[in-house]
């Protein structure tokens, strides 16, 4: 799989970091989520497995 920068919100181009794969999908960079209230948002949105 290749990956493509698309960007981040640091200076130093570290996490988070967005990159794009050559099979059409989003990879996210980033640092493990630990907040009770943001896991929880996010386990309400269902991604499709696109395997």
Not at 17 to 32: F, K, N, P
Request: hydrophobic share 40%.
């Amino acid at each position: 799989m290749r990956l493509r920068f698309l960007g981040s919100t640091s200076e130093a181009g570290a996490c988070p970091s967005l990159y794009e794969t050559d099979r059409g999908t989003i990879v996210v960079q980033g640092l493990e989520v630990v907040d009770r209230e943001a896991r929880a948002e996010i386990a309400l949105r269902v991604l499709p497995d696109r395997r």
